[in-house]
Every structure is written in C-alpha cells, then in structure tokens.
C-alpha cells in the first residue's frame, strides 16, 4: 500500500500549497474538499512563505556573488604580509635588522618560520602585527623595508578589512533570512498536513486507486515501499482474471 510524505524542501511546499489551493478554488462551495478556513490559512501563508523565501535566495545570491571578490582580496593581502614576513627575515639573515626587533612584530626572534595566514582572523592578526611592527622600528631610526614597503602592505590589508567587514554583513543577512524561513517550515508544513488529511477523509470510501487518483489532484505525494508497486499490480491483475 502506497504512504504519503510531506514535502521535504521549500520549493515542494510551494508547489503542494499552490496545488492545494489552485484545486480547492475550483471546487463547489456546496461541497467543498478543504474548509474554507483552511484554503483561507493556506493563501495567506504562501504569500508570506514565498516572500521570505525571496528573501533568502536574493540575500543568499549577493553574499556568493561578492565571495569571488572577497577571496581575491584575501589571496593579495596574505600574499603582501607573507612577503613581508618573508623579506624581514632575510634582513635579519643579512645583518641589516637586529632578530630582537622582530619581536615588534610578535615574530620569534630564533624562528624563521611565516606565520600560519590561513585563516581570516590570523590574517587580520598577522596583518595587524606587521605594520604596527615597522612602524615601531622606524620611529627608532631603522630604516624601512622596501620591496614591498609597509605602505603598500597596509593598502591591501585596509581592503581586506573592508571586504572582510562586508562579507560579514552578507553573511549575517542569509543568516537572519533563513533563520525567518526556518521559522515558516513548520507552520506550512502543519497547513499542508491538515489540508492532505481533510482530502484523505474526503476520498476514504473509494477504491484505494481511485482514492490515491483523487488526492493527488490536491497535490498529496504517495510513494511505494521496495516491492510493493509491483506486489499491488500483480494483486490488482488477479482481481481482474478472477472476475
């Protein structure tokens, strides 16, 4: 015997609802399938169901269309403190710069090793560090590192921090849209359930294809067991013989 199953993604929700609805409207107000508080509940809800569904599709739309971008500013500005980093230890491998002053960047002095700048936060940190780091050592009189100069390090940090501060806001409007459209689901699923089990009542005196024929026209979904849609037909065509 075929099972029924409620929509499981937004997008069969809608179409269950607006099955529902489309077929409920054309019934006879003398001998209506669905109530009318129901149908009235459904129209309602759908309007507010497809619109916090927009919502999160454009929300979701605009933080993937800004990640290409953001990713590109990322990948320059932790190649600029990489290579900084970089050029700051082969100073110190050269004399020019005492290993001790690398503590103002927060490096190891005994350590030749780039930082971990996977992360954003590490980014951001290390990013941070360098330029606070330079600009401690050349208001003592050293001489700044060039190739590339902190100046030019810090222009690609700033646009990181501002695509970074961006991105975050993306993230918190698809967060916030789907957190509201999360909070439907449930409501349009109780909607859905209440109409399909007002269709199943409707139908339950009629022979199960005929019944399972009818409430589909109302957009309820059955669905065969392994085995049983075979199994069924197979007891169907016997029936028939036997008659």
Request: net charge neutral.
């Amino acid at each position: 015997m075929p099972y029924r199953r409620l929509p499981n993604t937004d997008a069969t929700r809608v179409k269950a609802l607006h099955t529902a609805i489309s077929r409920g409207d054309m019934d006879s107000f003398t001998s209506p399938v669905i109530s009318f508080k129901s149908l009235n509940d459904a129209k309602a809800f759908i309007v507010q169901f497809e619109k916090a569904l927009s919502e999160y599709k454009a929300a979701l739309t605009k933080q993937s269309a800004s990640n290409k971008d953001y990713q590109s500013t990322m990948r320059m500005a932790r190649l600029y403190v990489s290579h900084f980093i970089q050029v700051l230890g082969m100073c110190v491998l050269r004399k020019e710069i005492n290993a001790d002053k690398k503590e103002l960047y927060h490096l190891d002095p005994e350590s030749s090793t780039v930082p971990d700048l996977s992360s954003e936060a590490a980014l951001l940190e290390w990013g941070n560090n360098v330029i606070s780091g330079e600009r401690a050592r050349t208001s003592k009189g050293g001489m700044p590192i060039y190739n590339p100069t902190i100046a030019k390090v810090q222009v690609y940090v700033d646009i990181f921090k501002e695509a970074y501060n961006n991105q975050k806001v993306l993230q918190h409007n698809t967060v916030r849209a789907l957190k509201a459209l999360s909070n439907l689901r449930g409501q349009g699923d109780s909607i859905i359930l209440d109409i399909w089990n007002q269709v199943e009542a409707h139908y339950a005196d009629l022979p199960l294809s005929e019944k399972v024929a009818k409430c589909q026209e109302y957009g309820l979904r059955y669905y065969y067991r392994r085995g049983e849609e075979n199994k069924e037909k197979l007891e169907l065509i016997e029936e028939e013989v036997t008659d």
